[in-house]
């Protein structure tokens, strides 16, 4: 592994990938977003320029804030980062408490599911 210039040789630098940082490193070991659950399915919109401020915000925050100029769903957020959805969805719940995203559910995923439309294709499939 090559060295620093001081000379030291580090593990955790990748020089074909880059820097390794491990996921709870980036969320600060919490695994659950602030202000509630957040689906896969629903659009993050940046809020104007004007509203954010430059406090403390990781590199990541700030790679989500410029994603999300044009709605863009959560998991197609998290594919373009290269993120998993677990980091995201945490970095997603601090962007939003902080005031600097909106979210849009789809409608579809507000609604609880109708448990006879799922017995009928559970047994459709059985029937299969």
């Known amino acids: 592994m090559p060295a620093d210039p001081m000379g030291v040789a580090h593990d955790w630098l990748d020089h074909d990938a ?3 940082v491990r996921p709870y490193a980036m ?6 977003p602030t202000g509630g659950e957040i689906d896969m399915m629903a659009f993050v919109v940046a809020t104007p320029a004007e ?4 406090g403390r915000l990781q590199p990541e925050h700030h790679a989500i804030v410029a994603n999300a100029r044009e709605p863009i769903p ?16 945490v970095l997603l719940g601090d962007l939003r408490s902080a005031g600097l995203i909106s ?12 448990v006879d439309v799922l017995k ?4 459709g499939l059985r029937a299969l």
Do not use: C, W
Request: hydrophobic content about 45%.
């Open 74 to 89: 959560v998991v197609e957020l998290a594919s373009s980062l290269d993120l998993s959805i677990g980091v995201v969805r």
């Open 18 to 20: 880059g820097p390794v």
């Open 51 to 54: 509203a954010q401020p430059a």
């Open 27 to 32: 969320t600060q070991g919490r695994v659950a």
């Open 103 to 114: 979210m849009y559910e789809p409608p579809a995923a507000s609604r609880s599911h109708d």
């Open 120 to 123: 009928a294709v559970v047994n």
